[in-house]
DNA sequence: CGTGGCGCGTGACTTCGTCACAGACATGCT
DNA sequence: AGCATGTCTGTGACGAAGTCACGCGCCACG
C-alpha cells in the first residue's frame, strides 16, 4: 500500500525518483482526495501541507471583495501547490485560494517534512525551488498579459488554447473569470466573434469555426 | 579589503552571518555599483549573477511594447534580486527589468556559487527561499490591487505611502509608471484631489495636505 | 406542467486608457 | 536679457472595458 505512493512519485515526478526520497516518502507521506469544488487552500491560512497533485486540477486565483476573480494558474498532475511551498518557507500567508476544478488525488507532505527535505535532499530542492521559479515566472507574464493585452487577443488566445476538438465547453461567466474580466464583457466579445463568422454559440459551449481568423486576433489590433 | 564584503553582508543580511559562509563570501563574492538608470537585469535576459544590494533601489517592472509599464516592487538594502535567484533556480528567462533607481551598490555571486551554496550552506537556503516566497506573495498582492482597487484609492495609498514630510517629490508620469496607469489619468485625479484640498500641486512635488481625507479614500468608494 | 435557477443578450452608465495639443516652467546658450 | 529646447502638467475627445440592471430562453426537478 504505502509503497505504491513512491511508485506514483516516480512516474509523475521522475525528478524525486531518488532511493533515499522514495522511502520517505513512503515512511512519511498519505494520499489524499479532494472532490471537484472543495478548497485546497484559503487566502490568508497557514498552510501546513504540501500537496504534490497526481490526478484532476487546481486552480488558483485571487478574488476581490465583490466576487470578481482572476484565475493565476492551473496546478496539473506532475506539479506541486507552490504557493503552499513558497508560504511553508517563507513563513508568508497564503495569498490567494485553490480550489480542486475536478476530482483530485494528491500526495500530501507534512510542513516538517517539506522543510527537513530541503536539508537532506538535493532532488527534493531542485524540484520545489524549479516549481517556485517557474510559476514565479508564470505569474508575471500573466501579470503582464492582463495589463497589456486587450480582451479580445486574450479571449481569441483563450479559445485556442482551451479547446478541446474545436470546442470549448465553458459558460462565459468561467470563461470571463479566467480571464479576470466581467461576464457581461466576454459575452458581447463572443457575440461580435460569432457574427464575424469565428465561433458559434451555445448554452455552455462554443465552438470554433474559423482558427486562421482567430490566430489574427492574437496581435493588437 | 575583501574582509569588507562579508562585514557589509552582516550588517545588511544578518541570517546570512555564518562563519562558513562569511569565509565563502570573501573568498568568492564581489562588490559592484551601478549608476542610477543602469540596468541589472532585462527581460528574457540568462542571469548569470545574483546582486545583493547593499544601497540605493532597484526598480522592477514589466513592459508592454508601447512602452507602458507597471512596477512590480522595488528592491532595498538588505534584499537581492530574487527573480535573477528564481532564473537561475528554475533555469527560465528572467521575465521582467530590474533597473537602478538611484546609483546601487551590490554584493554579486556568481551563478555556480547561488547553486553550491544551496547545497551546502543552510543559511544560505532559508535566505533565497525566504526572499522568493516574501517576493511571490508580494506580487499576487500587487496584481489584486491592480485588478480589483479603484485608481483613486490606490493613488490615495500611493501617496500616503511615498510621502516624506508630507510631499512627493515625484512626477506625475513617474507616479502612472508606479501605479501601472497612464499619466493623464493620474494628472486628472490629482487635480480633483487638489480640488477638494487633499493636496497641492507643483512641477515633479505633492504636497499632502489632508491625510486623513486621504485616508478615507482608501476602500472601495 | 409550472417554476425556479442558470446561462445568455443587451442597453445605460462609469471608469480608465489613448491620443492630441497647448500652456507653464526649467535649463542652458548666446 | 532673450531665446530655444525639453520636461511637466492640464484638458478635451474618444474608445475600450467594467458595472448594473433587466429580460428572456432553456433546463431540471418536483
Known sequence: ????????????????????????????????RVPAGGFICMEGEACQMLPLVTAGTVRVFVQSDEGREVTLYRIRPGESCVLTASCLLGEADFPAFAVAETDVRAIVVRLSDVQAWMDTS???????????????????????DLMFRRLDARLADYLLDAAIDGEVARTHEQI??????????VSRHLKT???????????????LRDTTGLRALLQRP
Open 1 to 32: 500500500m504505502a509503497a505504491r505512493i513512491s511508485e506514483v512519485v516516480t512516474e509523475l515526478f521522475p525528478t524525486l525518483a531518488t532511493p533515499s526520497l522514495r522511502a520517505e516518502v513512503d515512511a512519511r507521506a498519505q494520499t489524499v
Open 193 to 207: 466573434l460569432e457574427q464575424n463568422g469565428l465561433v458559434t454559440l451555445d448554452r455552455s459551449r462554443v465552438t
Open 122 to 144: 538535493e532532488a527534493w530542492r531542485g524540484f520545489v525551488l524549479g516549481l517556485i521559479a517557474r510559476r514565479f515566472a508564470e505569474v508575471i507574464g500573466r501579470m503582464e
Open 176 to 185: 470571463a473569470t479566467d480571464l479576470g474580466s466581467a461576464r457581461a464583457v
